[in-house]
């Protein structure tokens, strides 16, 4: 009685929450597709699978594609004065993560479902991941650069997709201030973009 009495309260505690920081696999940072094939098949994509999730190893191709760090103290994508303002969180069904490029992981913000956040369109609170692009103003003040620097992490998505015939659109299309409160941003924090992603 008491071994069944235990086995039902640990099934019980891993049902209220699964959700964990993520160690991801290290990204494959060599083969894809030509640049140039890349470039013609960019595109937005509208169009999400509901059940079809991206691996773990595709998260960390991906990520790091956007703005991990490809030498010692330097990203993917250029940042006025190497500030490196730019932080990306992962919005999935099971929670947000932060992208911690430094340490190639997944760290967990929340474990809710927070996708009705992710844009007004349908598509986009439906899809299986959305990508928030993240500024931080302590480190770069001017916006416009800040600006110049998600367009980078943006266009390094739309590419990565493309050499993986994967989808994805760029979104301004979202409640900044309401994401911002759900993701515990600072005041020196905002989010610029939110670019879905998937089959
Ligand atoms: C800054 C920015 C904001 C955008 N916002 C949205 C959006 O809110 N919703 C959407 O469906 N597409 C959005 N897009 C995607 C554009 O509509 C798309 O890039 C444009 O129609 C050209 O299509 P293409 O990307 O297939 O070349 C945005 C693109 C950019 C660069």
Same mark, same amino acid.
């Given at each position: ?10 099934? @019980?505690?891993? =049902? ?31 169009? #999400?699978?509901?059940?079809?999730? =991206? ?58 479902? =927070? ?7 349908? #598509? ?13 103003? @302590? ?34 299309? #979202? ?25």
């Amino acid at each position: 009685m008491k071994t069944l009495f235990l086995a039902l309260a640990l099934i @019980s505690v891993s =049902l209220v929450s699964c959700a964990q920081d993520i160690t991801l696999p290290a990204a494959q940072r060599s083969g894809g597709m030509p640049l140039m094939e890349a470039l013609n098949n960019r595109k937005s994509t509208r169009q #999400f699978d509901e059940n079809k999730q =991206l691996t773990h190893q595709q998260l960390a191709d991906l990520l790091w594609s956007a703005c991990g760090y490809n030498r010692e103290d330097k990203l993917t994508i250029p940042t006025a004065l190497n500030r490196q303002e730019i932080t990306v969180y992962a919005i999935m069904p099971d929670g947000v993560y932060r992208y911690d490029a430094r340490n190639n992981a997944l760290v967990l913000i929340t474990d809710q479902d =927070l996708r009705h956040l992710a844009g007004a369109q349908e #598509f986009a609170q439906k899809a299986l991941l959305n990508i928030a692009i993240v500024s931080d103003k @302590s480190k770069m003040e001017h916006d416009i650069y800040a600006g110049v620097a998600a367009g980078a992490v943006m266009q390094n998505i739309y590419l990565w997709c493309a050499s993986n015939g994967i989808g994805t659109v760029a979104r301004g299309n #979202f409640d900044g201030e309401a994401l911002a409160k759900a993701l515990n941003l600072d005041e020196n924090q905002r989010v610029l973009l939110v670019q879905t992603v998937g089959y």
